[in-house]
């Protein structure tokens, strides 16, 4: 694992080693840093968003994963949380006072990859969003996407599943740097 900066330093998180920036081969939205390991097409998203208003704990990431799942043009029988977890202040010693409610969620989504509507991958889906305090004002929702399942017809269909889980080290890592970023 590797610390990365985010967000021009305003931000770290730690990744696996041979995850690379995707925002140096494609467009990617500011509020998103999109990371991918090319070989499994394992990928880590941050992003920060605006305060859903009327969400918060478990409700909140459970809204956050189905959002995901309509993304990712899944019905709701293709969509299964496996479980959801409070985290603790000891999750989140980097981001300590600045957080107010911080939910895991663990699930798998049967999606699509780009138009493949006929050839759907089983994804593992692993989440946190935290509600940082105010002044921020803001959810940071980090998605750990692991394929388990590729469809031989999918355009992943050659590449390696064999992947390593490293979203609880990553959440540990997360750190604001510069609260700026929230100005």
């Known amino acids: 694992m590797q610390v990365q900066p985010m967000y021009g330093g305003a931000m770290q998180m730690a990744l696996p080693n041979n995850f690379i920036d995707t925002s140096l081969v494609r467009q990617v939205p500011d509020n ?3 990371w991918v390991d090319a070989d499994t097409n394992q990928s880590a ?3 920060i968003l605006e305060v859903v208003p009327d969400k918060t704990g478990e409700e909140l990431v459970r809204y956050h994963f189905e959002e995901l799942g309509l993304a990712n043009k899944c019905t709701k029988d293709e969509m299964r949380v496996v479980a959801t977890k409070e985290l603790v202040p000891e999750d989140l010693k980097n981001l300590e006072g600045m957080v107010t409610t911080a939910f895991a969620l663990s699930g798998e989504q049967f999606a699509q990859k780009f138009n493949e509507s006929e050839s ?4 593992n889906i692993e989440m946190c969003v935290i509600r940082l305090c105010p002044p921020m004002n803001a959810d940071l929702l ?23 889980s490293f979203f609880v080290d990553t959440v540990k890592s997360l750190k604001l740097n510069d609260p700026g970023l929230f100005a």
């Open 32 to 34: 998103q840093e999109v």
């Open 45 to 47: 998203i941050l992003e």
């Open 120 to 123: 759907k991958n089983v994804v």
């Open 142 to 164: 980090l998605s750990v996407n692991t394929p388990i399942k590729v469809n031989p017809k999918s355009s992943d269909a050659s590449l390696n599943t064999a992947c390593t």
